[in-house]
């Protein structure tokens, strides 16, 4: 029996469709995105012949009785519409995981939670709810991953990192063993991240900077 899932969320939605059709091309899951709602639509063209039923506002998905994955790229706003979800009774989905991503052993990984092609999590990690694991991102050894935060394509948190919730790594930064990086904090493309980042900072460069504050 085939699962259903709808999209809350259109932009960041057609690069999580694309997971679940890989998963669904090769046998290995059998996944049906049966809509996907977005308050503002822009492009939706992008999932011509890919998904069918387009959704005007995020409550009226609450309808098709289904589980629910957050398509939003943004942590913050993802977790402004999980709560939105759940306010009118909506549930996240199991865990979507790519066939060809590395999963290590006693790994955990959260509801609501998506990890794309050939992204690594290694020994005893911890992927909290409504995460993002993008592309050739690698999430170290006993690290932990607060809920609703994103690492983007060919990120590496080294082993032994804490990382808050609503956190947002961007592409290709680098973040040095044993770390904690505070809730809310954003890290920029390429930054090095050599020291604790606080709370709600942002830093960028090698090696990171502070920026804000």
Known sequence: ?????????GGHASAALGVVEDLNAHGTEEID??????????????????????????????????????????STLRSVVVARAGSVGM???????HHSA???????????????????????????????VSISANLGHDSIMGDYSSLLPYVHVAGDCFIGERV???????????????????IGAGAVVTKDVPAGATVVGVPARQIDG
């Open 91 to 97: 549930n996240p989905c199991a865990p979507i995981v």
């Open 1 to 9: 029996m085939r699962a259903k899932l709808v999209f809350l969320g």
């Open 33 to 74: 995105v049966i809509a996907i709602a977005d308050d503002n639509w822009q492009r939706a063209d992008r999932f011509d012949r890919r998904c069918n039923t387009l959704i005007d506002s995020l409550e009226k998905a609450a309808d098709l009785d289904v589980p629910y994955l957050a398509s939003i790229g943004g």
């Open 168 to 186: 947002f790594v961007g592409s290709g930064a680098r973040i040095l063993g044993g770390l904690t990086i505070g809730d809310d904090a954003v």
């Open 102 to 132: 590395i999963i290590s052993a006693h790994c955990s990984i959260g509801d609501g939670s998506i990890v794309f092609q050939f992204a690594s999590l290694s020994a005893l990690c911890r992927v909290g709810q409504h995460c993002y």
